[in-house]
């Protein structure tokens, strides 16, 4: 049974302060309607304008996930993202009044707390799910940072952090359905170095910070003089240093919470794509640029499957080997243009020709410019075509063209390409005649596409 979108009950507010900017700010959480997604509305500017929750509109990622349109701004969203994808919605519009959303504790808590007392209810219309069918990369050379999406029946996921440091060097963290996300991952809170803390006072950067907001991490000797004006800064009453080497003004929740939460940055940031993942994504030292520049190339998986472009794995056995392909066609070298079929549904067939500079047409069709004709691509979208119908009929049948229709040719074919055709019935076969769209595409790129009618004919024997 499909799942249906959600969205919440009724609306909540929250109220903190921006941690780099250190502004008030009122959050609103509403209920919206059936494929709205998650937008931000900024209420304080003219026009009240709205920012979709959109991996394309990221602009900065130096200090948390930072969005902008037309030149409004909302800030380190990534908490709250998380938690509505954690908590399973679909639909929420949030009413903010400035441009950075509250840290409250640098967790995700107080958000799934409030969704969870707001209430959820289901909506009319089916989720539309990303499921990752095929391996899917991001690294950054420089960082070191990695993502993996593979495919998966549930959101899970795994999440390794290294840090250069004797209190936190390597810790690993998994979230093996989202539906855990609130019990493992919701209160695990954000974290910062001794280091960086001081680094951005001196840059006046956390106007909102508290050492509340976050996990301090002491990777270096300092006197208890030096900590007690680290609190005068913050307003905060003295604390010391544990033996694990963070302040004590908190407990850990998880001994791996820094991993943990480092997890639930990652399920905010990739929520920018647009739709829940069934997948499991594995991260490795990620960071919200390398997060949301994954989030972008799933955003173009999406795309690609929405597009119907076909996914080609050579490791995998063929449908239809060129054995079978000869049983059922006719042609034969040279011009048999189908090596193998790789898919075959109802009405959708896929095949695969790899083109080599050996193919005897090149010899005239250009000696110093090798080009696949045109001509040769439509024969070779036909006879995918055709395998598709004669596969279903016991007799030997061979199939005609009687019309071709807006055929185009997008782009050259040259040795060393590989061609893949998807062709799809358009309507029911009747009386004989076959009519389909033909699509094909070197890599994701449609190539040359046109549409056929054939008559189907039984041989003679």
Not at 21 to 36: K, L
Not at 122 to 134: F, G, P
Not at 280 to 307: C, D, F, V, W, Y
Not at 422 to 432: A, N, T, V
Request: charged share 25%; with cysteine.
């Amino acid at each position: 049974m499909a799942q249906k979108q959600r969205t919440l009950a009724r609306s909540f507010t929250i109220e903190g302060r921006g941690l780099h900017t250190g502004v008030d700010v009122v959050m609103t959480f509403m209920p919206a309607p059936e494929n709205h997604g998650f937008k931000f509305k900024r209420t304080d500017i003219d026009g009240q304008p709205i920012i979709d929750a959109d991996a394309d509109l990221v602009v900065d990622t130096s200090r948390g996930t930072l969005l902008e349109k037309d030149g409004a701004r909302i800030g380190t969203i990534e908490h709250a993202l998380a938690a509505l994808t954690g908590m399973g919605l679909d639909n929420v519009l949030v009413e903010v009044n400035n441009e950075e959303a509250p840290i409250i504790d640098g967790s995700s808590r107080v958000f799934t707390d409030a969704i969870l007392e707001a209430g959820i209810i289901e909506q009319q219309a089916d989720r539309q799910y990303l499921e990752i069918t095929r391996k899917i990369v991001y690294k950054d050379e420089r960082t070191g940072s990695e993502l993996i999406a593979l495919p998966d029946d549930d959101y899970s996921l795994n999440v390794m952090i290294a840090f250069n440091s004797r209190v936190l060097n390597n810790q690993f963290a998994s979230l093996d359905s989202i539906s855990d996300f609130k019990k493992e991952i919701a209160k695990c809170r954000t974290f910062v170095f001794l280091h960086e803390l001081e680094f951005l006072l001196k840059h006046n950067l956390v106007k909102g910070g508290d050492l509340n907001n976050a996990i301090v991490i002491i990777d270096r000797d300092i006197s208890q003089e030096e900590l007690d004006r680290l609190a005068d800064l913050f307003n905060h009453e003295h604390v010391a240093v544990k033996p694990q080497g963070i302040l004590n003004n908190l407990e850990l929740h998880y001994d791996n919470e820094c991993a943990r939460h480092k997890l639930l940055d990652v399920i905010g940031d990739l929520a920018l794509c647009g739709r829940h993942i069934k997948g499991r994504i594995i991260a490795t030292k990620p960071g919200h640029s390398a997060n949301t520049q994954m989030a972008k190339l799933l955003k173009k998986e999406i795309s690609r499957q929405e597009s119907g472009v076909p996914v080609y794995d050579p490791n995998a056995e063929p449908v239809m080997d060129v054995g079978r392909i000869s049983d059922l066609l006719p042609h034969r070298f040279p011009f048999l243009l189908v090596d193998k079929i790789i898919d075959i549904k109802e009405n959708v067939i896929v095949g695969v020709k790899n083109v080599t500079v050996n193919e005897p047409y090149f010899q005239g069709h250009f000696p110093s410019e090798p080009v696949m004709p045109g001509v040769l691509l439509v024969e070779a979208m036909a006879q995918t075509g055709g395998l598709l119908v004669l596969r279903q009929l016991e007799d030997r049948y061979a199939t005609y063209f009687i019309r071709i229709d807006n055929v185009k040719f997008r782009k050259k074919v040259v040795p060393g390409d590989t061609l893949i055709f998807r062709l799809e019935l358009i309507s029911p076969i009747r009386r004989g005649i076959a009519v389909m769209r033909g699509l094909c595409y070197v890599g994701d790129k449609v190539v040359a596409e046109g549409e056929f009618m054939a008559q189907i004919v039984k041989n003679n024997e």
